[in-house]
C-alpha cells in the first residue's frame, strides 16, 4: 500500500473514534454522527464515514444535528468536521442552508514521529522547555491568540489548565528567548490506544519566523512522542504551517474543513 494510503488508512481507522474527543463532556449518536458536548457551551460533530448516505440521507443527518443542539440552551456553537476524502453528497450545500459557515480548509499532515526528531540549531539565546504553571500555559496562551490575531481570552488558558489538571498525557511546549519572552509554542496530545500523537496549536511570533524555532519545536513534541510509545505524527495544519510541517516530514494525506454553526 502506498505510503499515503496507509497513513490515511491509520487515521481513518484510529482516530476517527472516541479517541478523537477525549475531553468531551458527553457523546451521543445519531447514525454514524457522534454529537460530542464540550465545556463552555461548544458542540461537535465527527464521524468515521457517513455510512453510505445519499444527499436525501445526509440532509436528514445534519438536520437531526441542528435539532439535537438546538434543544441544548447552553450550547453556543458548533463545529462540523469534514474531510475532503470522504463519500457525503450535497453535505456542503446542506451545511450553507442551515447557517453553517464554511472555515478556511486545512491540510491534515501525518508522519512517522522517528523521522521527525533531528536536531534543530535555535538562534542564540532561545530555549526549548514544557510548561505546567498557571501564569506560564496564561503567558503561552495569550501569545497564541495573539499571533491568531484573536483577542486575548481566558479561555483557552482556562481550557489547557483543565486538560492539565487531568493528566491525560497532554504536554504545553515553548520557545523562550533570553528576556523570558514566549516567542512561539505548541501543543503534544498522545491519543490513547493508537499509534499516534497530535501537535496542534503552532503559533510563533512574526519577528521569529523563519529561524528554525517552529521546526525545533516539532522536533522536541516528536521526541516526548516516542518516549509515549506513539509512531505516528498528525496535524491539521493551516496554508503557512503546511511547509514547515513537510519539511519536517510530514505528509499530507486529505483535507480537512471545519463548518461553524452558532446560536
Avoid: C
Wanted: proline fraction near 5%; charged fraction near 25%; hydrophobic fraction near 40%.
Amino acid at each position: 500500500m502506498p505510503d499515503r494510503a496507509r497513513l490515511l488508512q491509520a487515521y481513518d481507522d484510529q482516530l476517527r473514534t472516541d479517541a478523537e474527543t477525549p475531553s468531551a463532556i458527553s457523546v451521543e449518536r445519531l447514525g454514524p454522527l457522534r454529537l460530542v458536548t464540550f465545556a463552555g457551551g461548544r458542540g461537535f460533530v465527527t464521524y468515521r464515514d457517513l455510512g453510505g448516505a445519499d444527499a436525501a440521507g445526509v440532509a436528514d443527518l445534519v438536520a437531526g444535528a441542528v435539532a439535537h443542539y438546538e434543544a441544548a440552551p447552553e450550547i453556543t456553537r458548533f463545529e462540523w468536521k469534514t474531510r475532503g476524502h470522504d463519500l457525503a453528497p450535497g453535505l456542503h450545500e446542506t451545511l450553507l442552508a442551515h447557517g453553517f459557515e464554511a472555515d478556511e480548509p486545512e491540510s491534515i499532515m501525518i508522519g512517522e514521529a522517528g523521522g521527525l526528531t533531528a536536531e534543530v540549531p535555535l538562534p542564540e539565546g532561545v530555549v526549548l522547555r514544557r510548561v505546567r504553571d498557571e501564569a506560564d500555559v496564561r503567558a503561552m496562551s495569550a501569545m497564541q491568540d495573539e499571533v491568531f490575531g484573536d483577542p486575548v481570552s481566558d479561555a483557552m488558558a482556562e481550557a489547557l489548565l483543565r486538560r492539565l489538571a487531568l493528566d491525560d498525557g497532554m504536554e504545553l511546549w515553548v520557545a523562550e528567548a533570553s528576556d523570558g519572552e514566549i516567542v512561539s509554542a505548541g501543543r503534544l496530545e498522545p491519543v490513547a490506544n493508537t499509534d499516534f500523537a497530535g501537535i496542534w496549536g503552532g503559533a510563533t511570533r512574526a519577528p521569529w519566523r523563519g529561524r528554525g524555532i517552529y521546526r525545533a519545536l516539532t522536533a522536541a513534541r516528536a521526541r516526548s512522542a516516542l518516549a509515549h510509545g506513539k509512531t505516528l505524527i498528525h496535524s491539521d495544519s493551516t496554508e503557512f504551517s503546511r511547509p514547515i510541517l513537510e519539511r519536517s516530514g510530514l505528509v499530507k494525506v486529505s483535507t480537512t474543513t471545519p463548518y461553524l454553526w452558532r446560536r
